[in-house]
């Protein structure tokens, strides 16, 4: 069976093949099965992909979610990552499932060994299904979204608060993330251009608007930034339960907070101000006159797409501060 395993793996040899085979449910299923069963887990009936992600997911109908990293699309990093946060974050007051277990696919073999880990299942439903239910209902709907939004800051504030612990990116003297915003600097105008969200008028004048990393950052002591707060990535139980869930964190860093409000602005609340306004004020935000434009700056250097799920028409607006405005604009 061994054997069997480690055949299937070497077809994932290049990013295009991990491509092709990341949320392939039948590749997995066999070797998540066999992860389970080297923990002492018990088997599942039925597993399943939860949806498209980068690296190879699958829930079991036992309440377990079983992550599993590549060498192929940043997964040592990823694992690394998220290992590292999995041990920073016990014992936090927040809603994060339980790391079980880990392992490798291949352990003491040539070649990469195909770690995982398995992680209780997040419960709920992602905000990105929550929010699609309230938007189409009525104004009682709305107004729990806005409740969960004010809830959701309240975690935001108590996830900046946790203490940075990391042996690596979650150390306080980490120098990942301010060295990622001045890659991102140097690239984020020829990005946004092939893109194609905004206007190229607009993008002629982000270098001078964009200022220097180092100043940027200045006096602001590092949180922990969990930079990838999309739609799905956040589960709520709407009522009650609140705000159930927070998973994947193979994109944190010891950074700056407003960083974290990039993806979960533009994309799990989808440009809605009115929900950032309710976060916000939950989290007992400082929002300055300058909010917007700062806002927008770490709009430029975010390391994702961010504009892809931002459901505004915004190629014609040639001007900094009425973008900034447009997106970022509470008051």
């Keep these: 069976m061994q054997n069997n395993h480690l055949a299937d793996l070497s077809r994932i040899n290049s990013d295009d093949s991990y491509a092709e085979l990341r949320n392939d449910a039948a590749f997995w299923e066999p070797l998540v099965r066999h992860a389970l069963d080297e923990l002492g ?54 809603p994060v499932p339980k790391l079980l277990g880990r392992g490798e696919l291949r352990p003491g073999g040539e070649g990469w060994p195909w770690p995982f880990l398995v992680i209780e299942r997040a419960t709920g439903r992602t905000w990105r299904e929550a929010a699609d239910a309230a938007n189409a209902g009525g104004p009682a709907d709305r107004a729990a979204l806005l409740d969960l939004a004010r809830e959701f800051g309240t975690m935001l504030r108590r996830l900046h608060a946790v203490p940075l612990k990391g042996s690596a990116v979650l150390r306080p003297d980490s120098r990942t993330f301010p060295e990622l915003l001045k890659e991102r600097r140097e690239a984020t105008v020829a990005d946004h251009r092939e893109w194609g969200y905004l206007s190229p008028r ?18 602001r002591e590092p949180r922990f930034v969990h930079g990838d707060l999309h739609g799905t990535n956040v589960f709520v139980d709407p009522g009650p339960g609140g705000i159930s869930g927070l998973i994947d964190f193979t994109d944190v860093y010891a950074g700056d907070p407003r960083y974290s409000l990039i993806q979960l602005h533009l994309n799990a609340f989808r440009a809605d101000r009115e929900l950032l306004a309710a976060l ?3 989290a007992d935000w400082d929002v300055s006159d300058s909010f917007p434009r700062e806002m927008l700056q770490f709009t430029f250097l975010h390391d994702f797409e961010v504009l892809e799920e931002t459901p505004l028409d915004l190629t014609g607006i040639d001007d900094i501060d009425e973008l900034a405005q447009r997106l970022w604009g509470v008051g």
């Design 280 to 282: 916000l004020e939950g």
């Design 202 to 219: 607009l993008l002629d004048d982000v270098p001078a608007f964009l200022p220097d990393v180092d100043t940027l950052l200045a006096g």
């Design 41 to 94: 887990l018990p088997a599942p009936g039925e597993l399943r992909v939860p949806g498209e992600s980068t690296n190879p997911v699958l829930i079991s109908d036992t309440g377990l979610a079983v992550k599993l990293y590549g060498e192929h699309w940043c997964g040592p990093e990823s694992y690394a990552s998220e290992l590292e946060a999995y041990e920073v974050l016990a014992g936090a007051d927040l």
